[in-house]
């Protein structure tokens, strides 16, 4: 194993990790975006809404990421859709892990229990003033863990991006093989510095997981 | 204001799902100040009759008025959801399983609906939680949640959320059957003390000898309706009906 060569191109992938990062925390927003309107709509009293929903659930998770990052970044431009390569992953990333997080917070909302609901509705409070006091924050202590499941995936899932060009971990790591012929080393840089960022996110999601829990 | 007699009026309540008929054309007037026990067999309607007194169950037939006031009113959405949560405020309820909210203490479970509701201050809120507390006996776990609370005491404070919405009418829905037997007791004593203040109430319950040292008059309910009501001593002492006779020996049965 060539340690000088990790040691010297160490650098440009720390760089390129940056752009993991910051490309994981886009996706995320947009995904938490998502899946909120996403179980807002499964969770609908309208059937449209509810049918919705359903299909955006059952369209991005049953098909690959890597066939819709395709679509978006490749097939857009056919339909007026123009995207640098970057945008073009956080959007087909985002769009793909909402469509997880839907069924994560839909999940934890339906697992509370109806006499919280009917306990505060019988108080007096409003469809929406029940949700938002009683249910909700009860669902969102329940929502830190698997949420942190989908979290690990999406920058797992970032990797895919490299296959539309954008610059992060694992493209870095192709184009210095291109000229080292190093493929273990470069590789393995790569897969060191993914897990260091899964690592620490799993520790943040465990702190926050205990931070909320009640008592 | 109506007579006194018609405080809360169920009539001819009906609900069916889907071909099964649970309440056969029920009515019931309580008066102000009155305390009605419920009892009968699990399935016999009782709870349902219950609930749609606040309209947690709606009826699919008939009309439940309280204070004049009907509460299961035809109206579009948005002006009935206006109008139910107006009457919801009215009408305290209890739950066999308490439904404490578990993110709160118990001092947050009684103040919230009062503040957003009817916009107590923090000051007000937390005179009303000390008073409806002490009046639980849950004073000094004023901030304690739920999970630190044993069942008794859950539903002594469940009890103190309900009253700390100052309503007109109190629904028990077998607020004891959940407890262990040893506990039973402190949350009787608090119901018996709601009866000594006048509170108007309806209780659904298994316990025969609650039903008989507090309530001015029971109603027996089998298979969607009621079969025989009166007040406790001749329901229990003498009742009427053969099924009321058989519900009542199974009963003292399985106490003994």
């Known amino acids: 194993m060539d340690i000088d060569l990790m040691m010297r191109v160490y650098p440009f992938f720390l760089e390129a990790a940056w752009t993991t990062i910051l490309l994981s925390v886009l996706t995320a927003l947009l995904g938490l975006a998502c899946g909120a309107l996403g179980a807002a709509a499964r969770l609908s009293r309208f059937t449209s809404l509810r049918l919705l929903g359903a299909t955006y659930v059952s369209i991005f998770r049953g098909t690959p990421a890597l066939i819709q990052l395709f679509i978006l970044y490749f097939g857009g431009p056919q339909v007026g859709i123009q995207l640098d390569a970057f945008e073009a992953g956080v959007i087909g990333l985002g769009i793909n892990a909402g469509a997880y997080m839907t069924e994560t917070i839909r999940g934890a909302i339906i697992s509370i229990d109806k006499g919280q609901r009917e306990a505060a509705r019988t108080l007096g409070l409003s469809q929406f003033q029940a949700f938002y006091k009683v249910i909700l924050p009860q669902a969102a202590r329940l929502m830190v863990r698997p949420l942190g499941v989908n979290l690990n995936m999406l920058i797992k899932a970032t990797a895919l991006v490299a296959a539309i060009s954008v610059v992060e971990l694992t493209y870095t790591a192709q184009r210095y093989i291109g000229s080292t012929y190093k493929p273990f080393e470069m590789f393995l840089l790569a897969g060191v510095l993914y897990m260091i960022i899964i690592y620490a996110t799993g520790r943040g999601v465990s702190w926050l997981d205990r931070k909320v829990r009640i008592t | ?256």
């Open chain 2, 1 to 256: 204001m109506t007579e006194s007699n018609d405080f809360v009026q169920i009539r001819h309540a009906q609900k069916s799902f889907g071909t099964l008929e649970v309440l056969k054309d029920i009515s019931l007037n309580v008066a102000r100040g009155q305390i009605v026990a419920i009892i009968g067999p699990s399935g016999s309607g009782k709870s349902t009759l219950l609930r749609a007194i606040n309209d947690l169950d709606a009826l699919t037939g008939g009309e439940v008025w309280l204070d004049g006031v009907q509460v299961n009113k035809k109206l579009p959405h948005r002006q009935y959801e206006k109008h139910i949560n107006e009457m919801r405020q009215q009408i305290g309820m209890v739950f066999q399983h308490f439904n404490l909210f578990p993110h709160m203490t118990a001092r947050e479970n009684v103040t919230m609906a009062p503040k957003m509701l009817k916009g107590l201050t923090a000051e007000e809120a937390d005179a009303l939680a000390e008073e409806q507390l002490d009046k639980v006996g849950m004073l000094e776990r004023i901030d304690y949640y739920p999970s630190q609370l044993s069942g008794g005491q859950k539903q002594r404070v469940a009890i103190a959320r309900a009253l700390a919405m100052k309503p007109k009418l109190m629904l028990f829905d077998e607020a004891t059957s959940a407890l262990d037997p040893e506990l039973v007791g402190e949350v009787n004593q608090v119901m018996k003390k709601l009866a000594e203040e006048h509170m108007t109430m309806i209780i659904v319950t298994h316990e025969m000898d609650f039903a008989a040292s507090v309530c001015d008059r029971v109603l027996f309910m089998d298979q969607g309706v009621v079969v025989e009501e009166g007040p406790p001593e001749q329901v229990f002492g003498n009742p009427q009906k053969d099924r009321t006779r058989a519900f009542l020996r199974k009963e003292l049965d399985e106490t003994e």
